[in-house]
């Protein structure tokens, strides 16, 4: 190592930390190699015992090294060690019903049951939110809103909330104005109502498959038929198997998760968006476009959206602030592009508008709070997490156990030996207050039934480590 002299003051450790990181893995630095003691690494670097001591904290936090009494500090993990990833699964090329709410209700029957080691909840943990500043402005909104926030919203929204989240949509590469959103209770709402928009009873849908299975949910509930595109566990969405399908099916729109989809938690590139929106659109088939993970990304740069490249109006982007901000506040929105009129509509007779306090305290919040603030400690401590879970995956589950490697949000999609049926995975769990989510009802025709879905969302804790253990127990005497 030689001397480094940063041109900014500003976070030096996580600098310092971001260096060691890299030649940990790259192997420079190998598992159980002692690290520099912190007066050398202080002298190397031109930094101060202080900062030192932090860089070292903050790799230890991220289980990349420990600390060893009288000894100091060495290197515990290496992003080498990473197991295979889950196999991708091709669906059968068919038109069908979706049928998986009897499943679902199954699973909720227990999914948010107290004093259980929570790996279900697909949200990050209460303690990661910013409770205290929201309150504030809840109460700001009380004091100072029309009527006290009791009467009706514009059917539209909010018109402080639509200005933000217009200012958000910069972010990811947009360029929206207010009059172009429509704000929804929660982002599955919006999914819904594009999805209403542009199709009728019994009509084809083009899903990516695995997905979040309250998309499945929709979608039977409007008695449309789906067709299930395979995507792959670290490009995503399968663009070739979905212009395939265009060919062979009367697809009306096509659903997609472009930004770390839930479970997968991949990340489509940019050039791979730009040409789902050139396919869809020389197809004239809507995109309906879910990115409310968009935020959650671990690398430095947002990821953009799909409704960057539109041109025509067809890709109707849905977002929200329930995966990143307050899920209990059921704030999402929807920029319907040449469908908006459509979808005000749905929205107005649906239920005329979204509750007035809530919109009004976002709308503070994001106009005060710092939100982007906010986003960059629990992008932080989400891969973090993603780390220290892995971690506990790798030493507790069986050695074929194959995980994804999410670049964003905060689940993991683990291929279980075929023996595991993880319906009786999850009994046997619940018996240990341990809740989990099968695989199968990620999709409406593959048997995902080796398969779970496990959410870091919870800071890494002795019960977290305790919940892994013993699952990786159960597991191990299925097989």
Request: hydrophobic residues 40%; contains cysteine.
């Amino acid at each position: 190592m030689k001397k480094n002299q940063f041109n900014s003051e500003d976070h030096l450790y996580l600098q310092v930390a971001d260096g060691l990181e890299k030649m940990i893995a790259g192997e420079v630095l190998r598992i159980g190699d002692k690290l520099p003691s912190v007066r050398v690494l202080s002298e190397e670097y031109g930094i101060s015992m202080g900062t030192a001591f932090q860089a070292y904290y903050h790799l230890e936090g991220r289980g990349l090294i420990e600390s060893r009494p009288k000894s100091g500090y060495y290197v515990r993990f290496n992003h080498q060690r990473f197991p295979q990833l889950p196999d991708q699964v091709k669906p059968d090329a068919l038109s069908h019903d979706v049928s998986v709410k009897e499943m679902i209700a199954s699973i909720y029957a227990d999914i948010a049951a107290k004093d259980v080691i929570n790996f279900a909840l697909g949200v990050p943990d209460p303690s990661l939110l910013p409770a205290a500043k929201i309150n504030k402005s809840v109460v700001y909104a009380l004091r100072n809103s029309k009527d006290h926030c009791i009467g009706y919203e514009h059917t539209q929204g909010n018109l402080e909330l639509r200005q933000q989240v217009a200012k958000l949509s910069f972010n990811w590469g947009g360029k929206i104005k207010p009059e172009e959103v429509i704000i929804t209770s929660g982002c599955l709402e919006a999914v819904m109502m594009c999805l209403k928009a542009v199709t009728n009873h019994g009509d084809t849908v083009a899903v990516e498959c695995p997905t979040y299975f309250g998309i499945y949910q929709s979608i039977e509930n409007l008695g449309l038929k789906v067709v299930e595109i395979q995507a792959d566990p670290v490009d995503g969405l399968d663009l070739d198997a979905l212009q395939k399908a265009i060919k062979k099916f009367p697809i009306k729109a096509c659903v997609a998760v472009p930004n770390f989809n839930n479970p997968l938690g991949t990340c489509m590139s940019d050039e791979n968006k730009k040409k789902l929106v050139e396919i869809i659109t020389k197809n004239n088939i809507p995109l309906i476009e879910d990115d409310t993970y968009g935020e959650l990304h671990f690398g430095k740069n947002r990821p953009k959206a799909c409704k960057v490249y539109d041109t025509k109006g067809l890709v109707m982007y849905c977002a929200s602030l329930s995966k990143s901000l307050a899920p209990g506040y059921r704030i999402g929105w929807a920029l319907p592009g040449k469908f908006f009129e459509q979808v005000k509509q749905i929205k107005r007779i649906q239920n005329i508008s979204s509750p007035s306090l809530t919109q009004a305290a976002m709308a503070h919040y994001l106009k005060n709070g710092r939100y982007e603030y906010h986003l960059k400690n629990l992008r932080k401590a989400l891969h973090t997490q993603s780390l220290r879970y892995m971690q506990a995956l790798i030493e507790y589950f069986p050695a074929d156990t194959k995980i994804s490697r999410p670049t964003g949000g905060f689940t993991f999609w683990i291929e279980l030996n075929k023996k595991v049926d993880s319906f009786k995975l999850r009994t046997e769990a619940m018996k240990h207050k341990i809740s989990i989510v099968p695989g199968k009802i990620f999709s409406a025709s593959i048997d995902y039934s080796n398969y779970i879905r496990l959410s870091f969302g919870k800071p890494w804790s002795d019960d977290a480590d305790y919940g892994l253990m013993m699952l990786g127990k159960i597991i191990k005497k299925l097989t």
